[in-house]
């Protein structure tokens, strides 16, 4: 007779001990795998950290806009979150600029080693300025390799870049006053006061007046003028009427007929 307790069995299938094993067993093996993902996760984030902390050092060309869009800076700078040290450079083919030297480039003097560039603090010095280069027909790309330490010692991979002044030829410039414009402005200011004087000589001359009292004093002289002129007027008049008078009188004396018309009016009524 089969045991109540095991009539469900299947012949040749695991005995419920054998069923708890391969649990068991299933879930170690979940479990590992769910370890070794978060050990890789962790890996991964402590390189990305220590990625982030470390220096980097780039060299590129960069658009001086505060002065002239013409005017082109050579930059090496560290882009990184700790800083460089013992920074070496070296330029193929050496550098050389023609700003003011057209007919006899000077060479760029690059520094061929900073002792440490902090994060975000850059090295720079004028490349050069485009028209007196394009005269001079320099070369374009120079090759800058780029060696350093982070700041524990530990060399850092080289890197080389590229500088290729082929692509800022044909880059041009949109009229926007920067801050050096306002300096250029104060400056021009700065030299026209300069000229100001006290006296009337000299090139530029301040003069300084009343204006409320030299209104007044000129409605005053209108008016006093007026006055003048109307009381000339009425002299005038005066000395006409007085004339007329005097030669009127002078006639009727010499002739003896009266010419003023109301005196002749009553002589011939009178007869």
């Given at each position: 007779m089969v045991p109540a307790a095991a009539?469900?069995?299947i012949e040749g299938w695991p005995t419920a001990g054998e069923w708890q094993a391969f649990g068991s067993v299933g879930t170690l093996l979940v479990a590992a795998?769910?370890?070794?993902?978060?050990w890789r996760q962790v890996n991964e984030a402590r390189a990305l950290r220590r990625e982030q902390a470390q220096p980097y050092v780039a060299a590129y060309l960069d658009v001086n806009n505060e002065v002239d869009f013409s005017f082109m800076t050579f930059v090496i700078k560290n882009f990184g979150q700790t800083a460089a040290h013992d920074i070496r450079i070296s330029i193929d083919p050496p550098m050389k600029r023609a700003w003011g030297k057209v007919a006899n480039p000077e060479p760029l003097d690059v520094a061929s080693t900073i002792t440490t560039l902090v994060p975000r603090q850059e090295w720079?010095?004028?490349?050069?300025?485009a028209p007196h280069r394009l005269a001079a027909k320099l070369y374009d790309v120079y090759k800058v390799k780029i060696q350093y330490k982070d700041s524990h010692g530990k060399e850092m991979a080289a890197a080389t870049f590229t500088i290729d002044w082929n692509q800022y030829r044909t880059m041009r410039k949109i009229g926007v006053k920067t801050?050096?414009?306002i300096g250029k402005a104060v400056q021009d200011i700065?030299?026209?006061l300069k000229k100001w004087t006290q006296g009337a000589s000299g090139p530029l001359s301040v003069h300084v007046r009343d204006g409320d009292a030299r209104d007044k004093r000129e409605a005053e002289e209108f008016a006093r003028?007026?006055?003048e002129h109307q009381e000339a007027t009425q002299?005038?008049?005066e000395v006409e009427t007085s004339n007329e008078l005097t030669d009127s009188w002078s006639s009727a004396i010499s002739t003896g007929v009266a010419t003023d018309p109301d005196d002749s009016a009553?002589?011939?009524t009178g007869r």
């Open positions: 009539w469900w069995r795998v769910a370890a070794g993902f978060a720079k010095t004028l490349f050069d300025w801050t050096h414009d700065d030299k026209t003028g007026y006055r002299r005038e008049s009553t002589n011939n």
